[in-house]
């Protein structure tokens, strides 16, 4: 098993949205961020290497499990797609099977929401992922991180960027079911028997 820097095609990329700099570290807009780097000590994938204009780290879930990339790109959110493109492009990763996991204002604290392709909400960073993939077909990992009581953009970004107004622990809850997700993205529980419950 290799694990760090290397380009070898995996099976799946993950692509945690966030903002580099201790500075947004804890805050809202960056638990895509929180929830790839927990995934990535989950799997035990190592220290990232930097590449593609980001921090990436691969391996496999588990012994005979899947080959997984996680992709933190340090280009700031609005222009994630250019350390996203590239890695795909360079890990030959189709598009259903890159999962894009980034804050969702829209939904309430702790939903985790997941789809295929869809809308952007306004979210730059998945503007940027689009653009990047010439395509809005990837996986997302929607989590619920609540909005102020205000459309006021500045008072929205203050909210985002800001600390956590929620305690630790129900953070902490949330990354973990938001992992729990992209897992399940990965691998779905099997259908149901014919004429069972």
């Known amino acids: 098993m290799r694990f760090g820097g290397g380009?070898?095609?995996?099976?799946?990329?993950?692509?945690?949205l966030g903002n580099p700099g201790?500075?947004?570290?804890?805050?809202p807009h960056n638990v895509g961020f929180q929830v790839a780097a927990a995934l990535s000590a989950r799997w035990g994938l190592g220290k990232p290497q930097k590449k593609w204009a980001g921090l990436y780290a691969d391996g496999r879930t588990a012994p005979g499990g899947p080959?997984?990339?996680?992709?933190?790109?340090?280009?700031?959110?609005?222009?994630s797609g250019k350390a996203a493109g590239p890695a795909r492009g360079a890990l030959k990763v189709p598009l259903d099977r890159v999962i894009a996991v980034h804050d969702e204002i829209d939904l309430?604290?702790?939903?985790?929401?997941?789809?295929?392709?869809?809308?952007?909400?306004?979210?730059?960073?998945?503007?940027?992922?689009?653009?990047?993939?010439?395509?809005?077909?990837?996986?997302?990992?929607?989590?619920?991180?609540?909005?102020?009581?205000?459309t006021d953009p500045e008072i929205v970004a203050a909210y985002v960027l800001g600390r956590w107004q929620q305690p630790a622990a129900?953070?902490?809850?949330?990354?973990?079911?938001?992992?729990?997700?992209?897992?399940r993205i990965m691998d779905p529980?099997?259908?149901p028997e014919p004429g069972g419950p």
């Open 22 to 27: 201790a500075k947004y570290d804890g805050t």
């Open 108 to 150: 309430k604290f702790g939903d985790v929401r997941t789809r295929l392709g869809g809308g952007l909400a306004g979210h730059n960073g998945l503007k940027s992922l689009k653009a990047g993939f010439a395509s809005p077909d990837f996986q997302r990992v929607r989590i619920g991180v609540g909005r102020p009581d205000s």
């Open 67 to 79: 080959r997984v990339g996680v992709l933190l790109p340090q280009t700031y959110m609005n222009e």
């Open 170 to 183: 129900e953070v902490e809850e949330l990354v973990d079911r938001a992992a729990a997700a992209v897992e």
């Open 7 to 16: 380009s070898a095609p995996v099976d799946w990329l993950v692509v945690g």
């Open 189 to 191: 529980p099997p259908p």
